[in-house]
């Protein structure tokens, strides 16, 4: 299944995709429109996707990556080759999470996505949310550490979300390592 390709007549069948926001034109041709809203316009090269509700739709995961400050637009327009949508569904393990440090965000990414290197674990969708809501966590407050003794909490904390995403160890027993 990693070598399907897809086109105007499978990309919305059980897929992950990140689009590319662009620009609003009015100069698309709409070729589909969805019962939720959502429009799409086709090219040879991809899809142009108009709609004000991205992240899981149907049985889909399709993120828009933005460029813009648009806070306030409702209506988003994104673009996807059709090279960039992959297989998506509930067990295969097809995830691995990406974390930024720098701004605290966790995202997952799929498998067949162009700059994974294989160093980061594998996990189905159940999986890999219950281990982002973990390291949002750890991100979001430091109860977790508070019967410890750090000199450096920032380390730590860096140090248990690289194990989250590098290995299979649970949360709990990476907290038992620290006493």
């Known amino acids: 299944m990693d070598g399907l390709n897809y086109n105007r007549n499978n990309f919305y069948k059980h897929t ?3 689009f590319t926001e662009v620009e609003f034109t009015n100069e698309l041709e709409i070729h589909h429109k969805s019962k939720s ?5 086709f090219t040879k090269e991809g899809v142009y996707r108009i709609s004000n509700h991205w992240g899981r ?8 990556i933005s460029g813009f400050n648009n806070p306030n637009q409702k209506v988003r327009i994104g673009f996807a080759k059709w090279s960039d949508f992959y297989p998506n569904n509930e067990t295969e393990h097809l995830y691995y999470i990406e974390v930024n440090f720098e701004t605290k965000e ?5 498998k067949n996505n162009p700059k994974y290197q294989g160093n980061l674990v594998l996990r189905n969708a159940s999986e ?10 750890l991100f979001e407050n430091d109860n977790w550490a508070q019967y410890f003794n750090f000199e450096d ?22 907290k038992m390592e620290w006493k």
């Open 16 to 18: 992950f995709c990140e």
């Open 37 to 41: 809203g959502s429009q799409y316009s």
């Open 57 to 64: 739709a149907s049985n889909c995961r399709w993120r828009l």
């Open 106 to 110: 966790v995202l997952f990414q799929h």
């Open 128 to 137: 890999t949310a219950k281990i982002i809501r973990q390291i949002k966590e």
């Open 153 to 174: 909490i920032e380390k730590v904390r860096n140090t248990t979300i690289q194990k989250l995403i590098q290995t299979t160890i649970s949360l709990s027993k990476i």
